[in-house]
């Protein structure tokens, strides 16, 4: 009797132990610890007139160490239409313009978009019109960044970084 006693006592400890925790979702998917991602929002005055011939603004990420910087990988995506295009790249777009004489013009421009990656955490994105014209700065535009470690960046040549959303896939990135 003594024995049922102590197995009963056992078998309830375990279920009281088991009832304590939450139940256990299942197995998750290799992290993105080593994988930094935000979207930034750049406004109009956030650009500063550069160099005599392009705007640039700063956006300070304190992911790009020096693990990121000298051996891993920093992509920057523009959204260009609500895809994510990888910058560097040329934006083309038209604008109606109104000449001299009151009649309406379509004028076709293009804009290339580079970014330069600090190595004190941050990105300097530049963005240079077709005409060098610095009467425009450039409007409101969402940017992702995607700071990877070097270990991860070495182990995944099967990603297609020029696609954000293979990136998204690879590291499990939240948007």
């Known amino acids: 009797m003594k024995k049922l006693s102590i197995f009963c006592m056992t078998v309830l400890a375990v279920a009281f132990m088991a009832s304590c ?3 256990q ?3 998750g998917q290799d992290g993105n610890a080593n994988v930094a991602s935000s979207t930034v929002t750049v406004y109009p005055n956030d650009w500063q007139w550069v160099n005599d011939c392009q705007w640039m603004v700063t956006i300070d990420y304190p ?3 020096n693990n990121v910087f000298n051996h891993g990988a920093v992509l920057v995506y523009m959204d260009v239409d609500g895809t994510w295009a990888q910058v560097p790249f040329t934006f083309y777009y038209q604008e109606v313009i109104t000449n001299e004489a009151g009649e309406e013009e379509v004028w076709n421009f293009s804009s290339s978009i580079e970014v330069a990656t600090l190595s004190d955490g941050g990105v300097n994105i530049f963005w240079t019109e077709s005409d060098f014209y610095d009467g425009y700065r450039p409007d409101t535009h969402d940017f992702k ?7 991860v960046y070495a182990n995944r040549s099967d990603v297609d970084y020029s696609d954000y959303n293979a990136v998204k896939t690879a590291f499990q990135l939240a948007d």
């Open 63 to 65: 992911a790009i160490n």
């Open 145 to 151: 960044i995607v700071a990877i470690e070097a270990s």
């Open 25 to 27: 979702g299942p197995a």
């Open 21 to 23: 925790r939450g139940p």
